[in-house]
Structure formats: structure tokens, C-alpha cells
């Protein structure tokens, strides 16, 4: 099942910043958080107008849903296709978000991994002129889309193999992967390796894992 990770949401959340207090975009759209407008209403559950304030929790509980449950299935669909890698699924939701699909970019799925990391940095334009802003993002987005991830494959004696919150044998559990399967490195260390599985990152037994 595709899902994002935190490179996904802390790329946008760069690219977008975040405004807790309603306000007007320039073509009169009220907007608030990482770029929450009234088209997400069936998310944020409530009306977007003059006035409205939410914490910096909500702003980023709406964002993450917005690209979880609004843009990955835009990309996701054309997974069979793709086979996506976890960085190109991350750096076109991104994209997506952004600029609303991935259709265009690759031009209803009939474009290679190539053309599209190539063309993606044509999308830098508003009115037909160029912005430093989108030029930038162009640029982060394609840098994560084209870079290789990192798997490994859980192999424990028994099964599962533990997720931990931090780098250490007396952490909190916040999640168990089952044996053989293979997972998506954030980081490696001798130790304790960083690894992201179902949404869930934490930390890991690097021994328990066969790259």
C-alpha cells in the first residue's frame, strides 16, 4: 500500500509555510495552515473564513491528511505502471499538491521515470512567469524523485522485529515488523538504524536487517 513519509510532508511544509489565522489569497481564496482552503472541507471538517484560528497541531494534522488521503491516491493510481520507489511517491505528492495532479507531468502515465524528472522542472511558472519560489521546489522535488532508496530486508529469528521511538532497548515500542519483510531505510548506524514502516518511523536493530 503507497504512503507517504516525513520527507513528503517536511518538503511541502517547507515550500508552503503555515499561517494559523485565516487569510485571503491573492485571488480571494480563503486559506489557512500549509495552504488549507474550503476544497478540503470534507478533512478539515469546518467552514474557512474571516476569523478563523487553529493551533499549529491542527495545521499539521489537516496537512498530512490532506496529502495522505486528497493527493497520494492521485499518484498511487498510476503505481502499476511505476512500481514508484518511496522517494518518487514522497517527491510527486509534493508535486501534487502543489499543483493539483500528476497527469500533465506524466502526461496520463505514457512518460518514463526520465522525461518526468525532466519535465517536472518546467512547472515553474505562474501567469506564465517564472517564480524563484517554484523554481526551488522544482528542484528539491525532482533531487528527491530521482534519488535511490534504501531497503532492507527484516531478518530475525523470530518474528517480529521491534520498532522503538528512539535508539535504545528500553525506548517505547511504537510498532513490530514481521520477518522477511522489506522495509525502507531512513538511516543507517551500526546499532540502531532509523527505518520507516506503514507510516510508522522509528528505530530498529540494524543486525536484524539484510540489505
Known amino acids: 500500500m503507497a504512503k507517504i513519509t516525513k520527507n513528503c510532508i517536511n518538503l511541502v511544509k517547507e515550500f508552503e509555510g503555515c499561517r494559523l489565522k485565516a487569510y485571503q489569497d491573492e485571488v480571494g481564496v480563503w486559506t489557512v495552515g500549509y495552504g488549507i482552503t474550503n476544497s478540503d472541507k470534507s478533512i478539515t471538517k469546518v467552514t474557512i473564513e474571516k476569523g478563523l484560528v487553529i493551533t499549529q497541531k491542527t ?105 522503538r521511538c528512539a535508539a535504545n532497548a528500553s525506548a517505547k515500542k511504537v510498532g513490530k515488523i514481521p520477518k522477511g519483510t522489506k522495509v525502507n531505510v531512513v538511516k543507517k548506524g551500526s546499532v540502531w538504524t532509523k527505518v520507516n514502516y506503514k507510516n510508522v518511523t522509528g528505530y530498529v536493530a540494524t543486525k536484524y536487517l539484510k540489505y
Not at 498510476?78 to 520507489?85: G, R
Not at 502543489?98 to 502526461?107: D, E, K, Q
Request: net charge positive; charged share 25%.
Open 59 to 163: 495545521a499539521d494534522l489537516w496537512l498530512e491528511r490532506a496529502l495522505t488521503k486528497k493527493y497520494l491516491p492521485l499518484v498511487a493510481k498510476y503505481n502499476k505502471k511505476y512500481n514508484w520507489s518511496q522517494n518518487q511517491i514522497d517527491a510527486l505528492v509534493s508535486f501534487c499538491y502543489n499543483i493539483g495532479s500528476i497527469s500533465g507531468l506524466t502526461a496520463n502515465g505514457t512518460r518514463s521515470n526520465k522525461v518526468i524528472a525532466e519535465k517536472m522542472l518546467e512547472y515553474n511558472k505562474a501567469g506564465g512567469k517564472v517564480y524563484k519560489g517554484l523554481t526551488r521546489r522544482r528542484k528539491a522535488e525532482r533531487a528527491l524523485f530521482i534519488k535511490k532508496s534504501t531497503y532492507a530486508k527484516v531478518c530475525t529469528k523470530t518474528d517480529p522485529l521491534t520498532i
